[in-house]
């Protein structure tokens, strides 16, 4: 009898802690609140040849299933707004044949985010017309430094907090 409850005591602790380290895939992983107001720290940034690209500052604003990034590029104001759930979408569109596609999801403790340009023609076959870029955002331990890794430019973007997230009415 005490080999027989052992077993079944043994059991249940292994199907509790399955349930609690198993994730159903495509289920979403926790990730920090990114939302604030961030400014670029361009002595800790390597921006090489993509600086004039690199906004100044950037509002996030994130839900469960949503981000939201805000910036001005010279005198344009932007938006995207990706959903987190790891499916493709259309993020704008770039003449009247080309769409900016975009799929974000949560990796480990990072917004990870890929974009790709397709081009459309009639009666062709669409075509990845530029290179896929991904960008791995990831938050420091203490929330104030934010830092956006793209490896196919080789550039690192580091953000500073300018106002936290109780500023936003989050």
């Known amino acids: 009898m005490g080999l027989g409850l052992l077993l079944v005591l043994a059991c249940a602790a292994f199907c509790s802690a399955q349930a609690h380290t198993s994730r159903p895939k495509g289920a ?3 990730v920090p609140d990114l939302t604030g107001v961030w400014k670029l720290n361009k002595e800790k940034s390597d921006l090489r040849r993509w600086a004039k690209l690199t906004p100044d500052s950037i509002v996030i604003h994130q839900t469960q299933r949503t981000v939201q990034f805000d910036y001005k590029l010279g005198a344009k104001d932007l938006s995207k707004t990706y959903t987190t759930d790891g499916s493709t979408q259309v993020v704008s569109t770039i003449g009247y044949n080309h769409e900016k596609l975009a799929r974000a999801y949560r990796s480990k403790d990072a917004l ?3 974009e790709r340009v397709v081009a459309h023609f009639a009666g062709f076959p669409d075509f990845e017309d530029v290179q896929m870029t991904t ?3 990831s938050l420091s331990s203490d929330g104030k430094t ?6 196919e430019r080789a550039t690192t973007a580091v953000f500073d907090l300018d106002k936290p997230i109780a500023a936003l009415g989050h």
């Open 28 to 30: 979403a992983q926790s």
């Open 112 to 114: 990870i985010v890929e």
């Open 135 to 137: 960008t791995r955002w």
């Open 146 to 151: 934010l830092t956006a890794k793209n490896r």
